[in-house]
């Protein structure tokens, strides 16, 4: 929970996106109480002016500790580590930061950005609306390929041990868009297929998924 006299963690986030899913696992892993602030992506809420305050990019997630704002969830992740050390994120050895580092990276550099909502609107309607899937797809699969690559020789129960670290924060929403939102075919990635059944097991992960955030559709608990 937060610490007494503080003032309420407060998060911008929109169910589906799994940059806002990222901090809400960090959260609950690190047991902060928060207000969930929802931001209509469809509706564009995110280019209303007083969220463009908060993150003059217009994305989500964006979080507020009292007079602190900080959007983008790497920024956000690294907050809260160093805030909020209990249930840390990072190992303490230099080589397994670095590679929680490098796999977080591989997800928020190389595979989210080509399937965030801006540019999959510019695929479909400077090219075609049949490009969008495929378009996703490719970078999906030579991202996850990456992955498995990068972490066979270090992953244990988790990505890279068996404690959950930063890189499972990462690791985890994307697996979960690629299968239920761009028709991935995990088979070929079995080390992530592995990972994404232990990530089922822990209620931190279960609670920040899509499905259970209060701006959740109804129809997303079948879906």
């Known amino acids: 929970m937060a610490e007494s006299g503080e003032s309420k963690l407060k ?131 030579k991202g996850f390929a990456a992955l498995e690559k990068l972490l066979k020789d270090c992953a244990g129960k988790y990505a890279t041990g068996d404690e959950v670290s930063m890189a499972d924060l990462f690791i985890e929403p994307q697996i979960l868009g690629a299968i239920k939102w761009f028709n991935i075919d995990m088979t070929q990635f079995p080390l992530l297929s592995r990972l994404h059944e232990a990530y089922s097991e822990l209620p931190a992960f279960q609670n920040a998924m899509p499905e259970n955030q209060p701006d959740a559709p109804p129809s997303s608990v079948t879906s």
């Open 11 to 141: 998060l911008y986030s929109y169910w589906r996106s799994s940059c806002s899913q990222r901090v809400r696992i960090a959260l609950n892993l690190k047991g902060l109480d928060y207000e969930y602030i929802p931001v209509n992506l469809l509706k564009g809420e995110q280019k209303n002016p007083d969220f463009l305050k908060l993150n003059p990019l217009g994305h989500v997630p964006a979080l507020v500790d009292g007079e602190i704002v900080i959007a983008d969830s790497f920024a956000i992740l690294m907050y809260l580590e160093e805030k909020y050390p209990q249930h840390p994120l990072l190992p303490s050895d230099l080589q397994k930061k670095a590679l929680n580092h490098q796999a977080s990276n591989v997800v928020c550099s190389n595979i989210q950005p080509h399937q965030n909502l801006a540019v999959l609107n510019f695929i479909k309607e400077k090219v075609g609306p049949d490009e969008v899937i495929p378009w996703v797809q490719s970078h999906i699969n």
